[in-house]
């Protein structure tokens, strides 16, 4: 009799080494989607800060840069801004018209996250407006959670 087929020792051997290859495919796997997060809010991070450049730039050009509550029109769209710099997340908006896979928190205006769903609180953007003529809007980033 002659029988074509698989023997249960070569089953076995397949198995153990898919298993195998799954055990060190997953952690590189997991390790991906934590850089592709983090390479994602750093380039949602670098917009926002050349949108918050070109505000200032434009009320510079205005003559409003030192006003504490003023607005330039970018892109169309009349932005509020304060100090020269956007006044909120909603300006900061405004002036980027998209801002990726990133969502504003829906307790803080400046608090930027998600990207996507997937991703944990503390993986976001927060925008510090300008407090005053001296000091200019900053960013704050936590890719801790990424």
Do not use: W
Request: with cysteine; glycine share 8%.
């Amino acid at each position: 009799m002659n029988q074509k087929g698989f023997t249960m020792i070569e089953l076995v051997v397949v198995i153990v080494i898919l298993g195998i290859l799954a055990a060190v495919a997953v952690p590189k796997f997991i390790d991906l989607q934590t850089e592709a997060r983090t390479a994602s809010l750093q380039g949602t991070l670098g917009a926002m800060k050349a949108a918050s450049a070109m505000t200032y730039a434009k009320a510079l050009v205005n003559g409003v840069a030192s006003e504490a509550s003023s607005s330039v029109t970018v892109n169309g769209a009349a932005v509020p801004t304060a100090f020269g710099y956007p006044e909120d997340g909603d300006a900061l908006i405004l002036v980027m018209n998209d801002i990726g896979n990133m969502t504003q928190d829906g307790t803080d205006p400046n608090l930027f996250t998600d990207l996507s769903g997937a991703t944990p609180a503390n993986c976001s953007v927060e925008y510090v407006p300008a407090a005053d003529a001296d000091t200019a809007a900053s960013f704050n980033d936590d890719t801790a959670g990424c």
